[in-house]
């Protein structure tokens, strides 16, 4: 039932159509049921996503991954399909490029080759630890702190909403090191779950559980070669990082969106109501034309963001943040409109529409509020004007 009339478009090539094909038929035959234990079952996928191959999208090929850099388009094409059989597979394969993304960017010839290839067969686990409880959407007020002491940084200060917190074998942590106020004084680090300095603090539980944890940093100390670029560049680091994968988050919500919209039109097609399908009601034609759009006109920022990354531009900060607010923003709306169509069903506990519905709500929040995609965007705008 599903439209893939897209895959055709000519964002994408031939590999990326052979790449959906061969994942859409893992999933097919993968049983995403789940239990509530979501440290194992993020695990299991994650060893399970590995072994399959799919985790080699989230590297570049010298390091075990599938394209010389890192393929935005496939690294969305793999997150709309995953998050279209499941929001937790969807995460643990997004949280292995976010959380390396770094390392791929600007990672030492030796941190590429220590972390990248454990990461694209899924032996280890990586996260991304950008957020402080007073810097969410204000990356510059963080606090956590990265002082020089000779050949290794202490790191002090707390990091919260860090998803695989407590199951990562390596985290990208994002500190304060030189006097530069605001954004200019961060650098980023590459911290091993091991390292006796760090300390899970508090587990987080969201609507849609998945791996989350407050972390503490208390003299944790780490070798000078663990900094990721140069001093002073984290801001940078962690910016072209989300250049990359905000497109990613905006493919999610594309796959959950074209969930929503097959699962409506199977419902209304067989629900009888006033003596024919619900299908038959002008207002649900309107309320299937209205989905259709949204998503095909999210499905156009997607990959118009991904290809301008894979094959014109060097940075895509518009793109990528009109992509995600507007695939994001619109696949609330339409999972909104499925449980709707679902009626008292929709909003029942296991309902595939309920699930959805809790599934994308933090789209719209983690790596940059919807608010912060529209700053992005005017801004980006009025530079654009004024060239
Ligand atoms: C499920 C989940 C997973 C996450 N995973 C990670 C992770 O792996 N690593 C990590 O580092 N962080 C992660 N985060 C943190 C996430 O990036 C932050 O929650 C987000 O940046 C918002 O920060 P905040 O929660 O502090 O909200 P605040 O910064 O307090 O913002 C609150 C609200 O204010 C509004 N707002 C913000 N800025 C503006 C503006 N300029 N103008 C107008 N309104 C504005 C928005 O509506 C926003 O939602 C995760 C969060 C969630 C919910």
Redesign the pocket.
């Known amino acids: 039932m599903s439209d893939t009339s897209y895959l055709a478009w000519p964002f994408l090539d031939d590999s990326h159509r052979e790449l959906h094909a061969a994942l859409k038929s893992w999933c097919e035959d993968y049983d995403f049921s789940h239990s509530d234990d979501v440290d194992t079952e993020c695990k299991k996928l994650v060893a399970d996503l590995g072994k399959a191959g799919w985790l080699r999208n989230c590297v570049p090929a010298e390091w075990g991954g599938t394209s010389e850099k890192l393929d935005v388009r496939s690294i969305a094409l793999c997150r709309e399909t995953l998050a279209y059989h499941s929001g937790l597979a969807d995460f643990s394969f997004a949280?292995q490029g976010?959380?390396s993304g770094a390392i791929s960017l600007f990672g030492s010839a030796e941190q590429r080759e220590n972390y990248l290839p454990r990461i694209a067969t899924g032996e280890a686990i990586s996260?991304?630890?950008?957020?402080?409880?007073?810097?969410?959407?204000?990356?510059a007020a963080m606090e956590t702190s990265a002082d020089l002491l000779g050949d290794e940084y202490l790191l002090n200060g707390e990091?919260?909403?860090?998803?695989?917190?407590g199951i990562a074998d390596v985290y990208c942590v994002?500190a304060r090191t030189g006097d530069a106020p605001g954004s200019r004084g961060l650098s980023a680090f590459i911290v091993d779950a091991t390292n006796p300095g760090l300390s899970i603090i508090d587990r987080?539980e969201?609507i849609?559980p998945?791996p989350?944890a407050t972390m503490s940093f208390d003299d944790c100390r780490v070798p000078v070669s663990a900094r990721i670029g140069a001093s002073g560049e984290g801001f940078k680091v962690a910016m072209a990082t989300l250049d990359v994968f905000r497109t990613s988050v905006a493919a999610a919500a594309l796959g959950f969106a074209r969930r929503a919209l097959d699962e409506a039109l199977r419902h209304t097609s067989t629900r009888q109501l006033f003596g024919a399908p619900l299908s038959a009601l002008q207002m649900t034609e309107a309320a299937i034309a209205d989905m259709a759009t949204e998503i095909d006109a999210s499905a156009l920022l997607v990959y118009r963001s991904a290809w301008a990354k894979d094959c014109h531009q060097e940075r895509v900060t518009r793109e990528a943040a009109m992509a995600k607010l507007y695939a994001t923003e619109a696949a609330q709306r339409v999972i909104d409109q499925a449980v709707q169509l679902f009626g008292g069903s929709g909003v029942t506990k296991g309902n595939i529409a309920e699930s959805l519905y809790r599934e994308i709500r933090?789209l719209?929040?983690?790596?940059?509020?919807?608010?912060?995609q529209?700053?992005i965007i005017a801004r980006q705008t009025y530079g654009g004007a004024k060239q």
Not at 127 to 139: M, N, P, Q, T, Y
Not at 364 to 372: L, M
């Open positions: 949280m976010l959380g996260a991304f630890a950008l957020s402080e409880a007073k810097a969410g959407s204000d990356v990091k919260t909403w860090i998803s695989n917190g994002f987080i969201t849609a998945h989350l933090a719209r929040i983690y790596e940059g509020a919807s608010e912060v529209k700053v």
